[in-house]
């Protein structure tokens, strides 16, 4: 693939992931009592939106990612989009839950094409740079902020983004087995995406 063709797919996509999300925002807060803040409380919304940005900034400028910096940010998008999509189909989809999706092609975007989208890019087209070990706990930082974000916020507007986040639906024994499961999910994920990257990177400098 050239440049400029993976150039024009990532902008593509983020195009589409932006588009979907702004759409799901209309037609939520037209529809139901969807709120600014409810909506940005979605950790779907928020990988989205950061998979959105960074597929912006590579298109703009494709070897940004060279910067063990922004390699982190990449990997970390690229881990919580997975588990945006793994969460869905095991927790939310086979239940009908009610995740703020509007439309079928919104969901479809946001919890199928941007996640696979996004694992293929890394797969593909890894950061050439390699990545320490200590990333897979940066890679969890975020996640457990969004948790005890979650799990405050909850209380005080008696509103959880995400049924098995719910205490009073799931029972806090459940809330934390699920959040454990989770956390060890993004550890999985983060290892797997850490080994391809540092493999591939080894492979083309042995070449």
């Keep these: 693939m050239s440049r400029t063709t993976h150039r024009a797919l990532r902008l593509a996509l983020a195009s589409l992931l932006l588009v979907a999300l702004l759409a799901q925002l209309a037609i939520g807060m037209s529809r139901s009592s969807l709120t600014v803040a409810n909506f940005f409380s979605f950790f779907t919304v928020l990988s989205n939106v950061s998979a959105a940005v960074l597929l912006i900034l590579l298109a703009a400028r494709p070897g940004r ?99 098995f986040l719910d205490p009073a639906e799931a029972g806090y024994p459940a809330v934390t087995m699920w959040s454990a499961v989770v956390l060890v999910v993004i550890l999985g994920f983060g290892f797997a995406y850490y080994w391809w990257s540092n493999r591939r990177r080894a492979t083309m400098v042995t070449s």
């Design 65 to 163: 990612d060279a910067s063990p910096t922004f390699a982190v940010f990449r990997g970390a998008v690229t881990v919580y989009m997975s588990v945006t999509a793994l969460v869905y189909v095991i927790l939310l989809a086979p239940i009908a839950a009610d995740v703020g999706v509007a439309e079928p092609w919104i969901d479809w975007s946001i919890h199928v094409l941007g996640p696979v989208a996004i694992a293929i890019d890394w797969i593909l087209a890894p950061p050439p740079t390699e990545l320490p070990l200590r990333t897979l706990w940066v890679w969890l930082v975020f996640p457990a902020a969004y948790l005890a974000y979650s799990l405050v916020r909850g209380v005080i507007a008696d509103w959880y983004p995400y049924p």
